[in-house]
């Protein structure tokens, strides 16, 4: 990843840049124990130097069910974890001084029983992966086979060997399934070995450390109080209940067990809080003890437990009758077909490819399986940002699930409807109409204490509108469009023509006040051009898709005037706001203001800023950071991303060059768009630096809290700068239209999208790029401005590529 110094030294002309080019290595982890893999992550010695980053690298989940990589025996651990998306406790939050409209409830995600346990006795001798004298070490998160594989060597204090071999994976067949597969072979001597195989429940939840904000908070002990208990052969069930929240849940594990020497299976034992089977086989030379362990999991708000039991039964019965081979192959089927449009191949460069790769496993891991919830900030490996679902879903994922998974992005989206009620009462909370929804959230409330960087950030609900806009436009169901999205779109509509007002002192136009935009380092202020500009777009996607409904389905427009009470009336409001809004611009400086007041705010001082400063929000009183002009994260930059349309190529070149070096990429949000945009510019160098501060996020622990979880804006970031970025996808009208511009050093990069059903996909190589139709009706696209018809007789062209601009 490392390119040539002078040209980078060139680029850095922003903090963060700085910070880039300044690091010795992209990777956190050394690269003799961790070697580039195409397709795999690889440690090849345990590492406790890392624990706390790899028990979240290596973590399995599908999207419903996560598990942190924490070994089978029990220890060492940074921190246990084992999550079911959604499942969540309240804790009413503590205000000192409070306020009306302020949540009343914080939420936070669970960590549930842990059934990874497999706790292994050799004559009665506890082995401890810390103490014990390995002879070989081998941990690997497979990304083709979906699973996390350890293999070890040790030896005994007297001599004696033995090979530990453990798989696990996160069914993504069946999602409510975990399945570990964990094998004792006596290499040399012989042994009575035992392996406890348990399920405990937590007895705390995982606390605040008092500093960071973006670390969970306290839900009080015990948030899960186990209800019932039962074992039945060599199962184990327990029933469960959160204090405050009323969610139910039941888990259960069971077991397959093979030996080749005698085998004994004790009687499972279970208490409240903690069950075990135990298994014992006298293991001479050569001989193995397998266990197939299987692991179930249901909750919900509405079943009582005997019915989640009923569930929990119905998994593992189904699984033992299946047999681990089926699993393994289901789970292994699901993730073939993941690949098969997911997969982006960058020749030329290997731990790019790794990164990419590892980047978009851990996305399949993040949200394959999360029907019916959201997608947390932190998926499903840690309790970073408490489990809570943001924006980052419509703008950081949902743009890639659009094109490689769209059940999920209609999944995700039919999401924000079912949360259409609540959005409603929380608009009326804030003195609005229509609806907002939640800045932050698992059970669709608002849930965040600090206003400025949460329930101010109104534009939300126009992310929301653009993400369901595309999603129709690029994967053609148009049944969304009357189930679901023009009631989002209205009640939207509605909550930003309440929310602004025609000001005077602004020449009449429509101003919208008191709004933070996406950087949280600039808050409640005046006229925040994103949120102004999506808003208009808000606006006027409301009333298109209303019109067309009005035209073409007069029955469905009929159910949304009954759903809504729309007066047509309101279509003329919309209109005329979305036409006379108001978007700053500074005549002087020539270029357009992130804010009314953004350009009169004092000059941070980034020479006086060392490294350790950053993030600012960790090291500074926010009003030290709110008088200053320093921004967290791509604002307007995210802007003319988005929109296009709504500048000129000059305009976009000088709002980069202005917002840009004030910009620290404090949030991990950030890397992708600057370097989405920097390619669009032509700043090729800054481009490919933003792109691998997004690429090894989380690989290079870049922003220092990989141990509480992954950061899922970034992989679906790292994405976007892919296929927005060097391949320069442009898709607004739902034509699709590349510029692509293949990083220097890289021999190919290829890969593929659906749209409307439809499969292209793109090979760029140096001087050319090929488009090949592989799947669904002719397309036509465009390649720089030039027209490219692909069809049933000439499903491929080569196009030449371009002269870029200089910059
Ligand atoms: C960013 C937000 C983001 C949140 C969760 C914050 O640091 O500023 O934009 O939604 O993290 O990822």
Same mark, same amino acid.
């Given at each position: 990843m490392t390119r040539d110094p002078a040209r980078r030294d060139e680029a850095c002309g922003c903090p963060r840049l700085r910070a880039i080019v300044s690091r010795e290595r992209r990777q956190l982890l050394p690269e003799r124990e961790y070697p580039a893999d195409p397709w795999r992550l690889v440690e090849r010695r345990s590492m406790p130097a890392y624990r706390p980053q790899t028990e979240t690298l290596f973590s399995t989940a599908n999207g419903y069910l996560g598990i942190r990589a924490t070994p089978e025996e029990g220890a060492p651990v940074h921190e246990r974890g084992t999550y079911l998306n959604g499942f969540h406790e309240t804790w009413p939050i503590p205000y000192a001084e409070e306020a009306h409209g302020f949540p009343r409830l914080g939420q936070t995600m669970l960590a549930v029983p842990d059934g990874t346990l497999l706790k292994l006795y050799v004559d009665d001798e506890p082995f401890e992966l810390a103490n014990a004298r390995l002879l070989a070490f081998e941990r690997v998160l497979d990304f083709r086979r979906g699973t996390l594989d350890r293999e070890l060597h040790f030896e005994t204090p007297d001599g004696r060997r033995l090979c530990l071999r453990s798989s696990r994976f996160a069914s993504m067949d069946d999602r409510h399934l975990a399945c570990i597969e964990y094998e004792v072979r006596m290499v040399r001597g012989t042994a009575s070995v035992v392996v406890s195989s348990e399920l405990v429940v937590p007895s705390e939840q995982p606390r605040s450390?008092? @500093?960071?904000?973006?670390r969970t908070s306290e839900v009080g002990d015990p948030a899960l109080a186990p209800t019932h208990h039962r074992t039945r052969g060599r199962r184990i069930l327990m029933n469960l209940e959160t204090r405050s929240s009323h969610l139910r849940m039941a888990c259960a594990m069971d077991h397959v067990v093979e030996a080749d020497g005698p085998l004994e299976v004790e009687e499972a034992e279970c208490a409240r809080d903690r069950g075990r089977v135990v298994f014992h086989a006298d293991l001479a030379e050569g001989q193995r003890l397998r266990i197939v362990k299987l692991l179930a999991y249901h909750y919900s708000a509405e079943a009582d437990a005997g019915e989640l039991r009923f569930r929990t039964h119905r998994t593992l019965d189904r699984a033992l009758r299946h047999g681990v081979e089926v699993l393994r192959g289901r789970h292994r089927a699901r993730i073939d077909a993941y690949w098969r449009l997911a997969d982006v191949e960058v020749v030329g460069d290997a731990e790019v490819q790794q990164a990419l790769r590892f980047n978009l496993y851990q996305l399949l891991q993040a949200c394959g399986r999360c029907e019916g919830h959201g997608v947390p900030a932190k998926g499903l490996t840690g309790l970073g940002y408490q489990g809570h679902y943001f924006w980052d879903t419509e703008i950081h994922v949902v743009p890639f699930l659009t094109y490689v998974l769209p059940h999920t992005a209609r999944s995700l989206l039919d999401l924000r409807h079912r949360q259409l009620p609540l959005a409603r009462l929380r608009a009326r909370e804030v003195g609005e109409r229509g609806a907002l929804f939640p800045w932050r959230t698992i059970n669709g409330e608002e849930s965040s204490a600090y206003y400025a960087a949460s329930t101010a950030q109104y534009h939300i609900d126009a992310d929301v509108v653009y993400a369901a806009d595309r999603y129709v436009a690029l994967t053609g169901d148009v049944e969304f469009l009357s189930h679901g999205f023009v009631e989002i779109a209205v009640e939207t509509a509605r909550m930003w023509a309440g929310l602004g007002f025609y000001s005077p002192r602004k020449g009449g136009r429509f101003c919208i006040n008191g709004v933070t935009g996406p950087?949280?380092?600039?808050?409640? @202020?005046?006229?925040?051009a994103y949120t102004n500009l999506m808003a208009r777009e808000n606006l006027r996607i409301a009333v298109r898709l209303v019109d067309s409904l009005r035209v073409r389905a007069p029955e469905a427009f009929d159910r949304l005037v009954g759903a809504t009470g729309l007066d047509v009336a309101e279509l003329e409001e919309w209109t005329r706001a979305a036409d006379r809004m108001y978007v700053p611009w500074d005549e002087e400086a020539g270029v357009h203001l992130q804010d009314d007041d953004f350009l009169d705010r004092e000059l941070w001082d980034f020479d006086g800023s060392p490294k350790s400063a950053y993030p600012l929000l960790l090291h500074f009183h926010p009003l030290v950071i709110y008088r200053h002009q320093v921004v967290k994260q791509a604002d307007l930059v995210l802007a003319t991303f988005l929109l296009p349309d709504a500048f000129d190529r000059e305009e976009k070149r000088r709002i980069f060059d202005y917002y840009d070096p004030l910009t620290t990429g404090d949030s991990s949000l950030s890397g992708c768009i600057q370097s989405i945009m920097a390619a669009e510019l032509g700043y090729r160098e800054q481009a490919y630096l933003y792109f691998t501060d997004a690429l090894v996020m989380d690989l290079g622990d870049i922003g220092g809290n990989v141990r509480d979880g992954l950061h899922v804006a970034a992989l679906g970031g790292t994405w976007m700068a892919v296929v927005h970025g060097f391949a320069g996808l442009r898709d607004r009208d739902g034509v699709l239209r590349f510029r692509p511009d293949l990083p220097d050093g890289w021999d190919r990069l290829r890969f593929r999208l659906a749209p409307k059903g439809g499969v292209l996909e793109v090979e760029m190589q140096p001087g050319q790029t090929i488009y090949r139709l592989l799947e669904g009706e002719a397309l036509e696209i465009r390649h720089d401005d030039e027209r490219v018809v692909l069809d049933a007789r000439n499903p491929s062209r080569v196009v030449a590529a371009s002269a870029r601009k200089p910059k």
């Open positions: 450390d008092g @500093v960071d904000p973006r950087d949280e380092y600039n808050t409640v @202020v005046n006229n925040n």
